[in-house]
């Protein structure tokens, strides 16, 4: 004979297993540590500053101010 399965825990326990898979895909793709975020921040305004000190002349919006 075969084993008496409970169907709800069964359910329940897949359920799980898929929120946790999902759980896992999303810290891959979007979990980076405050130090990281930082990090990346810091290069980026570095590299605007490098870019904006570069200009030969300023942006238009710039030019009228009013």
Request: positive net charge; proline residues 2%; without cysteine.
């Amino acid at each position: 004979m075969a084993d008496v399965v409970n169907l709800n825990k069964f359910r329940k326990r897949k359920a799980k297993a898929e929120r946790e898979q999902r759980a896992e895909t999303n810290r891959r793709l979007h979990g980076r540590s405050q130090a990281e975020r930082q990090r990346d921040a810091l290069q980026k305004k570095q590299l605007s500053t490098l870019l904006e000190g570069k200009r030969l002349q300023k942006a238009p919006s710039e030019e009228d101010d009013g």
